[in-house]
């Protein structure tokens, strides 16, 4: 199975808000509520943002929201901040053969 | 606090066997439903799942990459073991343990990460 496809970039404004889509197939996004993402500072390890499509760890703001369409999984900031400024993965549950998949990772710039 | 911790080395000659060990702590992997997996990513920033190991023993590993890859747990020590034979240049990257967990259904997310240890494959 190929990689989830994520935009390469994304930019906005402080204050606004921002979507970033994460396309996989029927037999992975569209098949589970299990898709987590990940938020990666330069030189960082990635670190948990969402779990299971929508569900936010106790550590994690309101500011980050996630949500399914078919195939496809969507990552919303609101109310951006400098802070924010990293790369986003998008990881899949893809069944017991294949476990998960990654997207390719979307580059967040605060302008 | 739950932490995890990767150590090996950070050059190995291409056909060389790779060991890394993740030594963790806050939790055990005696408890039911934890899991520990092994993640790397390439120098182009591509995350890819490699193996994982529960606290039932169950192993799986990447389809791509199984023939090369074994992954032990030291359940005292709180350690797990990755080795990768017949190292490649295309293995170079950095590679990261982390927890996973069986919530609401199988292991599916990955909470916390450790610091990850980059290793290059060069002769």
């Known amino acids: 199975q190929s990689a989830l496809t994520q935009p390469a970039s994304v930019s906005g404004s402080p204050g606004q808000s921002i979507t970033i889509s994460c396309t996989g197939s029927?037999?992975?996004?569209?098949?589970?509520?299990?898709v987590s993402w990940y938020q990666q500072h330069p030189g960082k390890a990635p670190k948990l943002i969402i779990f299971e499509t929508f569900k936010r760890p106790p550590d994690i703001t309101r500011h980050f929201s996630g949500s399914k369409t078919g195939n496809t999984a969507s990552l919303t900031i609101s109310g951006l901040q400098a802070d924010d400024e990293a790369e986003y993965f998008c990881c899949s549950y893809a069944g017991s053969t294949t476990f998960v998949l990654f997207g390719g990772g979307t580059k967040l710039t605060v302008l | 606090q739950v932490t995890l911790r990767e150590s090996g080395p950070a050059l190995v000659k291409p056909t060389e066997t790779l060991t890394l060990t993740c030594s963790f702590s806050?939790?055990?992997?005696?408890?039911?439903?934890?899991?520990v997996s092994w993640i790397r990513q390439s120098p182009g920033k591509a995350l890819e799942w490699l193996a994982f190991?529960?606290?039932?023993?169950?192993?799986q590993y990447a389809t791509s990459l199984q023939t090369r890859l074994t992954i032990a747990k030291d359940t005292d020590k709180s350690q797990v073991v990755l080795t990768m034979t017949n190292m490649d240049p295309v293995d170079t990257g950095t590679y990261y343990c982390?927890?996973?967990?069986?919530?609401?259904?199988?292991?599916?997310?990955?909470?916390?990460w450790g610091q990850g240890i980059p290793v290059t494959v060069s002769s």
């Open positions: 029927s037999s992975d996004v569209g098949s589970y509520n299990f």
């Open positions: 806050g939790f055990s992997l005696s408890t039911s439903g934890m899991c």
């Open positions: 982390a927890r996973a967990v069986y919530s609401s259904g199988p292991y599916n997310w990955f909470d916390p």
């Open positions: 190991i529960d606290w039932v023993d169950d192993k």
